[in-house]
């Protein structure tokens, strides 16, 4: 159905708080060339005034041609009087995971691209067929507790600064297509959608041979509502000592046949390990089996370790692999994947873990924690000072200190805001900036309205 094309970019552009400038990202395929046509055809009605469109395409570099085909979509993109950048991703390329290499670069220039040309958002083509892709995909590895529950989120963050919106996830491939051949606009097929040695392109095969669409575990309603009670639960049964260690109370720690707190604890345990992903099934188990046992003792996961004790549940990192990290005059460097540290002085710093310290001893101790979980967790808690030895006269030394999370600070799907903001505060972090489209799920996780262009709230979308 080409005008169900047209139709949902109106919808999109109705969702907007306020116009604003969007960039489209379009690789020169049917998806992303059919989004940047209709949001210009849309624009250009009368009632949608304040809008503009400036486009990136990011050239990979990794086939003969793709510089070609950039240009190409340059040249399309001047036809319609759209500002167009082409952003190329230099230097050396991975041998092992290029797809995920080169997601994260390509979102790394486009945001990039937003700033340069003013861009407020980015809108990608992301499709129903990449959605059904995702899902499976994602089942496969098991991601169950965290984001991997859900497919993509139609608004996602990339790297706490700019707002990726997908407006064409209830939007089969076919339709897009109709719309262009309609229009009498070709595009380009990528030969590496055709390449078995890519899981994406396997499971593609899979579902255009069952016929069947996927489902995902949870809807997109069922997931805010889920990140909305886990965000309540963080807030009244957690607290964080110092960024270094987290305390539970005894008679909720071992709740873990509640799937939302489960997810919620889980979620602390990462931040203070530094992790990037909730642990998988096997390992969760295993924590859950532990906890749930009520029995005093510890264990490890994950690099945290879960001290259980008859005063509460405590968290913390485990004082292992911790390695020395320098960071140069006005550079941001991540520690063990927990900390932003920012050199505001002259000279280079090192940040380390230096081991038993009685400063953090005591400051641990008189956040209220017990002696041992104080001595304990402050063997890995993050000492900075001179990188050279012969360095004096650094006291106070003058750096920014800022917890990392890493299950969100790279790409926080929409859906997951509400708990992002709780987990944020919870280490003494600022809420995530708010989307530039009205929020479709209000603090209880409840649909608040619904956008047209999101599709059908009962199905993931």
Not at 84 to 112: F, M, N, S
Request: with cysteine; charged share 25%.
């Amino acid at each position: 159905m080409p005008e169900a094309v047209i139709a949902t970019a109106r919808y999109f552009l109705r969702a907007f708080i306020e116009p604003c400038r969007i960039l489209v990202a379009v690789s020169g395929g049917s998806d992303s060339k059919g989004l940047l046509l209709a949001l210009h055809s849309a624009i250009g009605d009368k009632d949608r005034e304040g809008f503009s469109l400036v486009a990136c395409t990011i050239d990979h570099g990794l086939r003969p041609g793709s510089a070609d085909e950039a240009a190409a979509v340059a040249a399309f993109c001047a036809e319609l009087g759209v500002p167009h950048l082409v952003c190329r991703w230099e230097g050396d390329k991975p041998r092992t995971g290029i797809q995920a290499a080169a997601r994260h670069k390509r979102y790394e220039l486009l945001a990039d691209a937003a700033a340069a040309l003013g861009a407020d958002c980015i809108a990608t083509g992301h499709t129903l067929d990449d959605q059904h892709e995702t899902i499976v995909m994602r089942g496969a590895r098991g991601e169950g507790e965290g984001a991997g529950s859900a497919g993509m989120a139609s608004t996602m963050l990339y790297g706490r600064r700019i707002w990726v919106l997908r407006p064409f996830l209830g939007l089969r491939r076919d339709d897009i297509r109709a719309f262009l051949t309609a229009r009498g606009v070709a595009w380009f097929d990528d030969p590496s959608n055709a390449n078995p040695l890519f899981e994406r392109v396997r499971v593609r095969s899979e579902l255009a041979a069952s016929k069947e669409a996927p489902a995902a575990r949870w809807s997109a309603a069922q997931r805010a509502a889920s990140s909305a009670r886990a965000a309540a639960l963080i807030e009244s049964h957690v607290r964080v000592h110092e960024t270094v260690a987290a305390e539970i109370a005894a008679e909720q720690a071992g709740n873990l046949g509640d799937a939302d707190w489960r997810r919620a604890l889980l979620s602390v345990a990462a931040v203070l390990g530094g992790r990037n992903h909730l642990p998988v099934h096997a390992t969760i188990e295993r924590i859950s089996g532990f906890l749930q046992a009520g029995m005093p003792g510890r264990m490890t996961a994950g690099g945290v370790v879960y001290d259980r004790r008859p005063s509460g549940l405590y968290l913390y990192r485990e004082a292992r692999n911790l390695s020395a990290l320098v960071i140069e005059p006005g550079e941001t460097k991540t520690w063990d994947g927990r900390f932003n540290v920012t050199n505001g002085e002259r000279s280079p710093l090192m940040v380390t873990a230096k081991g038993q310290d009685g400063q953090w001893d005591q400051r641990l101790i008189d956040a209220g924690l017990p002696s041992g979980v104080a001595k304990r967790a402050s063997r890995a808690a993050p000492h900075i000072a001179p990188a050279a030895a012969n360095v004096v006269g650094m006291s106070p030394i003058q750096a920014k200190v800022e917890c990392r999370i890493g299950l969100y600070d790279a790409f926080l799907p929409g859906f997951d805001r509400i708990m992002a903001d709780a987990v944020a505060m919870l280490f003494g972090r600022e809420r995530y900036p708010a989307p530039p489209v009205h929020d479709v799920f209000d603090r209880n996780g409840e649909v608040a309205g619904g956008l047209p262009w999101q599709g059908d709230t009962r199905t993931l979308c």
